[in-house]
């Protein structure tokens, strides 16, 4: 069973796609965090993102663990965790410029269904329901007023010592929705057949019950 999550940044797709996953204890793949890990890895390495041959390169030795632990998904690339750096402001503003590279979504692409045609999981990104698994069992699409989702991301970023401004943040997701829908490989766009969900005015929780509600009664 595949059960693909879509939707813009700061939506609520990622923790709600956590706890679906929990509940129904089944795998949790958050495939932007391997686009972050990818993003970070060539930032350090200084790699020149248009440089197709060392992307190529570095795409061909890339190794990715995810597992949770103690209620976190730890991310560890070459045995370092990097779960805290992939949140960093560079990593964020690089990431959508990494995503859009045609090698890179073809490479992610493949491994996202290496994981899922193994077990029963809850997917969730940009591209899962018209892309990565168009033919998942359930899609869902979640969206949510940019100025609720610019306090959710300020938050986070606060968390993790990011000095943002709420004004930054909107421009920030702006540009960042814009990239995501306009690119020429995978652009965000909702599934046909997926269900919407405004997550403004809902608590994870409901967010969570809507989803799992559908799954139980389809």
Excluded: W
Aim: glycine fraction near 4%; aromatic fraction near 6%.
């Amino acid at each position: 069973m595949i059960i693909a999550i879509d939707g813009p940044a700061a939506s609520g797709k990622s923790t709600t796609a956590k706890l679906v996953a929990e509940k129904l204890k089944i795998t949790y793949l958050d495939t932007g965090a391997m686009y972050r890990a990818l993003t970070l890895h060539l930032l350090k390495s200084n790699i020149d993102f248009n440089n197709v041959d060392k992307v190529s390169t570095i795409l061909d030795n890339f190794s990715i663990e995810m597992y949770d632990y103690k209620g976190r998904n730890i991310i560890k690339l070459n045995n370092e965790d990097i779960t805290e750096q992939i949140r960093s402001s560079n990593v964020t503003e690089n990431v959508s410029g990494v995503s859009a590279l045609l090698i890179v979504r073809q490479s992610m692409v493949v491994m996202q269904r290496q994981i899922g045609n193994k077990t029963d999981c809850v997917v969730e990104g940009r591209d899962i329901g018209t892309i990565v698994f168009p033919n998942a069992d359930y899609k869902f699409f979640m969206i949510a007023d940019i100025k609720m989702r610019a306090n959710r991301r300020l938050n986070e970023m606060n968390q993790l010592g990011a000095n943002k401004t709420y004004d930054e943040m909107v421009s920030d997701l702006e540009i960042r929705d814009y990239k995501d829908t306009n690119r020429d490989n995978s652009p965000l766009r909702k599934a046909v057949d997926a269900v919407e969900i405004d997550t403004t005015e809902l608590t994870i929780d409901e967010q969570v019950n809507k989803i799992i509600n559908h799954i139980k009664n389809k």
